[in-house]
């Protein structure tokens, strides 16, 4: 194939046993589920595309990057595709191009002219479902709504439609048409929903097919929210399958962009304090869904790191990878039902990079932060794996940790340990500070008699890119893996390869504990037998 690899062994990879680290952080495990355990569904982990960029999907790579996910999971990954150009969308039967930018410069805020072909990109990942978005807008235009509907149902077949979200972000409606409220978003849902209904004969609980809401992430406390939605008809007329609000850690625009340094990762990104504090609105609605006869569950339905100008290096980097392992335990921990992580060409947050069109992340490549997807979908599990997760601690500066309890068993069958602490090697390694760790000694309880560890890990810490982007860079061999294998365009298509062998450490637990050692700006999960 013409690449060589560079073999690399975490610095700190170290499990102790029986031994005693006067410095290490003792953490129990309950023997038993606890009652505050919040069920996982098997589809937590997705995928979103901007629907405008669509097309730009529809290639092997794409395809070979989400079976690899998707084969760790035991239900349909969901992939949504939505977004600002998803109201701007306009279908053309008769256009041969299967999607064409009106804009000079094309960005999610552009219209698009779509084709029949456009639909085509559905067709290609053959084991997921999606989440379809009605193009709906302060201004309605409903023949053109059915017209893409009507096209992607025709296309999926009703089997594998997980949901029709009713707009994206009509919060921002009223910035088009000042009147904009939540009777006229009200009145247009139930359009759509009606509509829908009659055309593709839904009878009885098929009719629960609708995602509403989809508030832009700045937006969630605002005076036009998801509460305000669901307290209209739209909560009780028995149509609603999902809730959706969407998610950036960080989501304003930096006129500075040494906003974006590295130093600020630890900041903004690799934060448990920050994490828990912009999850707090999301958790209100939540508690307020929970309260009702038949609560809905809430989806964040368009996710991602940082925008705003964020660069590679902020938003798609290793560090950023950390960043996204926390946030979804956390999510799932406080009963968020799906999380689906948006991307598209040149959006500098995204998972991977479809192609060569984006004018910022160049591609086709898999970015750094890539190896949380696959950390985070084995963490949920598959099959008898799935179970109830639970924080273990808080309030611990740059330590979290989680455990996954068997749904039948109820026994712990897995812990994560996710040490945020930034770190990254500088230019000049005989420079870089040194890479410090946390020694976790974790009470087990004496059932359990060993433990498999697997580590996300990147020899470089927060700044590597993954090895198609730091080739990019100039800067290659900047590795980032998940239990030794990491993902790859020009390596191994996105099917995922080992770079020297599957990475993994067997330990006996003595006296019902064990100790492990979690360097900075690392993730690992124990899994126990």
Same mark, same amino acid.
């Given at each position: 194939?013409?690449?060589?690899?560079?073999?690399?062994?975490?610095?700190?990879?170290?499990?102790?046993?029986?031994?005693?680290?006067?410095?290490?952080?003792?953490?129990?495990?309950?023997?038993?589920?606890?009652?505050?355990?919040?069920?996982?569904?098997?589809?937590?982990? %997705?995928?979103?595309?901007?629907?405008?960029?669509?097309?730009?999907?529809?290639?092997?790579?794409?395809?070979?990057?989400?079976?690899?996910?998707?084969?760790?999971?035991?239900?349909?990954?969901?992939?949504?595709?939505?977004?600002?150009?998803?109201?701007?969308?306009?279908?053309?039967?008769?256009?041969?191009?299967?999607?064409?930018?009106?804009?000079?410069?094309?960005?999610?805020?552009?219209?698009?002219?779509?084709?029949?072909?456009?639909?085509?990109?559905?067709?290609?990942?053959?084991?997921?479902?999606?989440?379809?978005?009605?193009?709906?807008?302060?201004?309605?235009?409903?023949?053109?709504?059915?017209?893409?509907?009507?096209?992607?149902?025709?296309?999926?077949?009703?089997?594998?439609?997980?949901?029709?979200?009713?707009?994206?972000?009509?919060?921002?409606?009223?910035?088009?048409?000042?009147?904009?409220?939540?009777?006229?978003?009200?009145?247009?849902?139930?359009?759509?929903?009606?509509?829908?209904?009659?055309?593709?004969?839904?009878? /009885?609980?098929?009719?629960?097919?609708?995602?509403?809401?989809?508030?832009?992430?700045?937006?969630?406390?605002?005076?036009?929210?998801?509460?305000?939605?669901?307290?209209?008809?739209?909560?009780?007329?028995?149509?609603?399958?999902?809730?959706?609000?969407?998610?950036?850690?960080?989501?304003?625009?930096?006129?500075?962009?040494?906003?974006?340094?590295?130093?600020?990762?630890?900041?903004?990104?690799?934060?448990?304090?920050?994490?828990?504090?912009?999850?707090?609105?999301?958790?209100?609605?939540?508690?307020?869904?929970?309260?009702?006869?038949?609560?809905?569950?809430?989806?964040?339905?368009?996710?991602?790191?940082?925008?705003?100008?964020?660069?590679?290096?902020?938003?798609?980097?290793? %560090?950023?990878?950390?960043?996204?392992?926390?946030?979804?335990?956390?999510?799932?921990?406080?009963?968020?039902?799906?999380?689906?992580?948006?991307?598209?060409?040149?959006?500098?947050?995204?998972?991977?990079?479809?192609?060569?069109?984006?004018?910022?992340?160049?591609?086709?490549?898999?970015?750094?932060?890539?190896?949380?997807?696959?950390?985070?979908?084995?963490?949920?599990?598959?099959?008898?794996?799935?179970?109830?997760?639970?924080?273990?601690?808080?309030?611990?500066?740059?330590?979290?940790?989680?455990?996954?309890?068997?749904?039948?068993?109820?026994?712990?069958?897995?812990?994560?340990?996710?040490?945020?602490?930034?770190?990254?090697?500088?230019?000049?390694?005989?420079?870089?500070?040194?890479?410090?760790?946390?020694?976790?000694?974790?009470?087990?309880?004496?059932?359990?008699?060993?433990?498999?560890?697997?580590?996300?890990?990147?020899?470089?810490?927060?700044?590597?890119?993954?090895?198609?982007?730091?080739?990019?860079?100039?800067?290659?061999?900047?590795?980032?893996?998940?239990?030794?294998?990491?993902?790859?365009?020009?390596?191994?298509?996105?099917?995922?390869?080992?770079?020297? /062998?599957?990475?993994?450490?067997?330990?006996?637990?003595?006296? /019902?504990?064990?100790?492990?050692?979690?360097?900075?700006?690392?993730?690992?999960?124990?899994?126990?037998?």
């Amino acid at each position: 194939m013409g690449w060589t690899f560079r073999i690399f062994l975490s610095i700190t990879g170290i499990v102790y046993g029986q031994n005693k680290d006067v410095d290490s952080h003792p953490i129990v495990v309950p023997k038993a589920t606890p009652r505050n355990a919040v069920s996982v569904p098997a589809d937590f982990f %997705g995928f979103g595309f901007e629907s405008g960029f669509l097309p730009h999907y529809n290639n092997e790579f794409s395809h070979n990057v989400v079976s690899s996910i998707q084969n760790r999971m035991s239900k349909p990954l969901v992939i949504r595709v939505g977004g600002t150009s998803g109201d701007n969308i306009i279908v053309h039967e008769d256009q041969k191009d299967a999607s064409h930018c009106t804009s000079k410069f094309c960005t999610s805020l552009s219209h698009f002219d779509v084709g029949p072909s456009y639909f085509d990109t559905l067709k290609g990942f053959s084991n997921v479902a999606w989440s379809i978005q009605a193009p709906m807008g302060p201004h309605l235009d409903m023949t053109n709504t059915m017209l893409y509907l009507k096209h992607a149902w025709e296309t999926l077949g009703k089997d594998r439609v997980s949901a029709i979200a009713l707009g994206n972000e009509p919060n921002w409606y009223h910035l088009h048409d000042k009147g904009y409220d939540y009777a006229t978003y009200t009145k247009d849902a139930i359009e759509i929903e009606d509509a829908v209904i009659k055309e593709f004969g839904l009878k /009885g609980d098929e009719r629960q097919i609708f995602q509403v809401g989809e508030i832009a992430s700045e937006a969630v406390s605002s005076d036009f929210n998801l509460i305000g939605i669901l307290k209209d008809r739209l909560g009780q007329n028995g149509r609603t399958k999902y809730a959706a609000e969407h998610f950036y850690q960080h989501a304003e625009p930096e006129k500075d962009k040494s906003y974006f340094s590295i130093q600020r990762l630890q900041e903004v990104l690799m934060n448990p304090a920050n994490i828990q504090n912009h999850l707090k609105p999301y958790v209100d609605v939540i508690d307020w869904l929970r309260e009702k006869k038949k609560p809905y569950p809430l989806v964040l339905s368009e996710v991602g790191s940082a925008i705003g100008g964020s660069p590679l290096t902020f938003g798609g980097s290793f %560090g950023a990878a950390m960043w996204a392992v926390d946030f979804h335990l956390a999510a799932m921990a406080h009963g968020v039902q799906r999380v689906c992580n948006t991307m598209g060409p040149g959006a500098t947050h995204a998972f991977w990079e479809p192609d060569n069109s984006g004018r910022q992340a160049k591609g086709p490549a898999v970015n750094g932060i890539f190896p949380a997807a696959a950390y985070i979908a084995d963490f949920v599990g598959k099959d008898d794996g799935l179970g109830k997760v639970t924080e273990l601690i808080s309030g611990v500066e740059s330590l979290t940790a989680y455990a996954m309890y068997g749904l039948k068993s109820a026994k712990p069958t897995r812990v994560a340990l996710i040490n945020l602490k930034e770190w990254h090697e500088d230019e000049n390694p005989a420079l870089s500070p040194r890479r410090d760790h946390v020694t976790v000694a974790l009470d087990v309880g004496e059932e359990t008699k060993s433990v498999t560890i697997k580590r996300m890990q990147s020899e470089k810490g927060s700044t590597a890119l993954g090895f198609d982007q730091s080739i990019e860079q100039g800067r290659p061999w900047e590795n980032v893996t998940w239990a030794g294998e990491q993902w790859s365009h020009k390596v191994d298509m996105g099917k995922g390869h080992f770079v020297s /062998g599957p990475q993994e450490e067997k330990v006996e637990v003595s006296q /019902g504990k064990v100790h492990v050692v979690v360097p900075d700006t690392e993730a690992v999960i124990v899994f126990l037998s």
